[in-house]
């Protein structure tokens, strides 16, 4: 079924808390591990209804965030999914403490009762009202950005519209479209600064109600971090400014030697050539038909995938006027199928939706038919790993994309992993210190971006721009408000995608039998297990990044 034929209807709150309440009762009667799990997969029919709807609303809200039916659906559920995953979680408590646990524990995993710990741990009923105070904060700040219509030579354009500005070959004319993508920012950030403040302030009670001594360790269960913590993370960082970042500042430094700059400033971050940065051919339907050949040549298993979502047009990416920022990956349990957003505009951003987003969805796709829905609960840092993993194994067909550029894209897209590293772990200690201290003030807490910014990017220059070297740019990184702590994870797959790369540099089709066999174990084991099972070094592990920059340093 096509994504815009699904019926939707709004979910009755009532009749639901009357199944779940049936459910528990025929929970309480079941006299065996056997006719247990068959309840068990009542509550599998029951929470994949609901969640199919809420993704279509969220979907189609995202879509066009002026529709007012959809804005209406998507207040609706920041109103009720508080008290939903408090009826679910209540049910997976009994699962947790029931006498025929091992029964059930064998059936569908261990992960899946330590992620159960850790919903217990991240939800109670005292909070289901901050809960959905933070649902609307997070709506506000998504509502906030697709709102944006900045004006750019004689024509309103959304701030995704303006990236292929930002990235022209012509100095000045990214000088200017930054400037002007900044100024949307500038004339908000006093409403930023609000919400981020209320954001913080609204998760730090809800971790105080819970008996946490601040956010983060709620923070931490609610990512489903079951195998790996703070201070595996310390040492990811330690490994990242030691190893990573002097590698990355080479690279910036021989990007400033191609661009024949005497300087590289702010509005040169992510320009990587001359005659400017290799750009898709085509519409984007041509994009789409491009992707197309390039899976059916790549596997079996992946040709029949980008056949399903062409032809059941599960992919949205065109950018449009009043359509949310950003792009993802997110399914229909009911319909068994993945789903991308996104938006296209231009750049090479559209073709790394096809191979980094396509990468999501087909580890979705070839995992649907599995009966256990526990093992679809895959943590984001093995997610990312499959789809980061994915942009590298395409690399072979982006002559499909760029023609006779399809080296530099490949190139490009090598120093962009590399050089994002940093960036992407400096987001999350950014995070780690603001609620580490909730009462920072927003001057304060651009003072610790900006500190953080030397640290990790010491070649970036701010002149030019107050807005920026204030500290103000995190604003504009929607994970922040919308994600906490979810941005280190891009960063643990990007060291496991780079280790596909040397391994695929050797032998291509024992890296691919390794990448899908890990896509089909989904979340039958611990990230911590799932990834020695298929040949990869745990990224915590002390040496692991000297380790891969020697594979990929040639």
């Known amino acids: 079924m096509k994504f815009e034929e699904m019926p939707y209807s709004r979910p009755d709150m009532e009749e639901i808390t009357r199944q779940f309440r049936e459910l528990n009762e025929e929970f ?19 929470t ?123 100095r000045e004319t990214r000088r200017q479209a930054w400037k002007t993508y900044e100024g949307f920012f500038t004339a908000h950030a006093e409403q930023l600064d609000e919400l981020y403040d209320r954001l913080v302030k609204n998760r730090t009670a809800q971790a105080a109600a819970l008996g946490y001594d601040n956010y983060l360790p709620l923070g931490y269960c609610r990512m489903n971090r079951n195998c790996w913590d703070r201070a595996d993370i310390e040492q990811f960082r330690r490994q990242i400014r030691e190893d990573i970042v002097p590698f990355a500042e080479k690279l910036h430094e021989q990007r400033r030697r191609r661009l024949g700059l005497s300087e590289l400033r702010y509005y040169d971050e992510d320009v990587f050539f001359t005659d400017g ?19 059916s040549e790549m596997s079996p298993e992946t040709g029949a995938f980008m056949d399903f979502m062409c032809s059941n047009e599960m992919l949205d990416v065109l950018g449009r006027s009043h359509k949310k920022t950003g ?52 943590t984001m840092d093995i997610a990312e790993t499959h789809s980061t993993s994915m942009e590298f194994f395409t690399e072979p ?76 740019f995190w604003q504009n990184k929607h994970h922040i408000y919308e994600s906490p702590l979810y941005y280190i994870d891009y960063c643990i797959a990007g060291i496991d995608a780079l280790q596909y790369k040397a391994w695929m540099d050797r032998d291509r089709r024992a ?15 611990f990230f911590t297990g799932l990834l020695p099972a298929v040949g990869l070094i745990v990224p915590f592990e002390d040496g692991c990044m000297r380790h891969v920059l020697k594979d990929i340093i040639k």
């Open 28 to 46: 309480d009667r079941a006299s065996s591990g056997e006719e247990l799990f068959e309840v068990h997969r009542k509550y599998y029919r029951l």
């Open 48 to 170: 994949d209804h609901f969640s199919t709807l809420m993704t279509i609303a969220s979907i189609r809200h995202d879509i066009d965030v002026s529709d007012p039916f959809y804005d209406g659906e998507q207040k609706f559920y920041d109103s009720v999914r508080p008290s939903f995953l408090d009826s679910v979680v209540a049910y997976q408590k009994k699962l947790y403490y029931s006498r025929f646990r091992p029964y059930l524990e064998e059936k569908i995993g261990h992960p899946a009762f330590k992620n159960i710990e850790l919903a217990m741990k991240s939800i109670d009923p005292g909070i289901l009202t901050l809960m959905s105070e933070e649902n609307a904060l997070e709506s506000a700040y998504g509502e906030l950005i697709a709102s944006a219509s900045v004006e750019w030579a004689g024509e309103q354009r959304n701030l995704s519209r303006m990236e292929p500005f930002m990235h022209s070959p012509d």
């Open 277 to 295: 940065n290799p750009v898709p051919a085509g519409t984007p339907e041509q994009i789409l038909e491009a992707g197309r050949r390039m899976y």
């Open 327 to 378: 792009g993802y990956m997110t399914y229909l349990p009911d319909y068994k199928t993945p789903f991308i957003f996104a938006n296209f505009n231009g750049t090479s951003s559209d073709v790394d939706v096809i191979t980094h987003e396509c990468g999501h969805a087909f580890q979705a796709y070839i995992s649907a038919d599995d009966p256990i829905r526990e093992h679809a609960d895959i």
């Open 397 to 472: 067909w982006m002559k499909m994309f760029f023609g006779n550029r399809a080296q530099d894209y490949i190139d490009m897209h090598f120093e962009s992993e590399i050089t994002f590293l940093p960036y992407g772990t400096m987001v999350d200690e950014f995070q780690d210190i603001c609620y580490s201290d909730p009462g920072l003030s927003p001057h304060a807490r651009n003072g610790v971006w900006r500190d953080l910014e030397k640290q990790y990017k010491p070649h970036l220059n701010y002149e030019g721009s107050e807005y920026y070297e204030k500290g103000a």
């Open 511 to 525: 890296a691919w039998e390794s990448y899908l066999k890990l896509c089909r174990l989904s979340a039958s084991d």
